[in-house]
């Protein structure tokens, strides 16, 4: 298989997953997330990167300013985040993540966590640490081609360095390649 079939069947892929948003645990009165897709994104990344201005918004994600200027709107309107000062004390102000914020991205989290656990019950450690591993790899050349690398928290770059391109073990790799 070629890279133009094999990204034609990881595109199809790519849009089934995102269609099982019914993986989740039911969340709220309605049943629906507490927050929409944009929303859990943004707060995702002020969660991991600490506070972030329109520009850091328009660096990490290449999209135009008026995008973020809607959705960090909204978000402030929710009380989702607030403006604080750069606390590297620059001139811009930064969106910074509420208390409110952080209660529903752990909800919606722990709901897509439990949907996701009962996908991946019945796998072998084996077959979760290489997926994660290509799905991890999958993300980062993503990342390097595109020049915006998602900031990752200490478990993720541990992890990240304990297996090769090939899923296993690095220390295995090397020691395998010795050989």
Do not use: C
Request: aromatic share 6%.
């Amino acid at each position: 298989m070629d890279a133009r079939e094999a990204a034609e069947r990881i595109e199809r892929e790519l849009l089934i997953l995102t269609r099982h948003k019914e993986m989740r645990a039911p969340r709220g009165p309605r049943g629906g997330d507490p927050l929409d897709q944009s929303a859990y994104v943004l707060l995702n990344r002020i969660e991991t990167q600490g506070p972030m201005s329109i520009p850091d918004f328009v660096e990490a994600f290449g999209l135009a300013a008026s995008t973020f200027t809607r959705q960090t709107s909204a978000l402030l309107r929710n009380g989702l985040v607030e403006r604080a000062l750069d606390p590297a004390g620059g001139v811009a102000r930064k969106f910074r993540i509420t208390e409110e914020g952080v209660r529903l991205l752990s909800e919606q989290r722990e709901g897509i966590v439990t949907g996701l656990s009962t996908v991946v019950a019945d796998w072998t450690p084996d077959r979760l640490d290489r997926f994660i591993a290509d799905l991890r790899q999958f993300n980062t050349d993503i990342e390097r081609i595109t020049g915006r690398p998602w900031p990752r928290n200490a478990e993720d770059t541990a992890d990240a360095n304990d297996t090769d391109h090939d899923g296993r073990s690095a220390v295995g790799a090397v020691t395998a390649d010795r050989d």
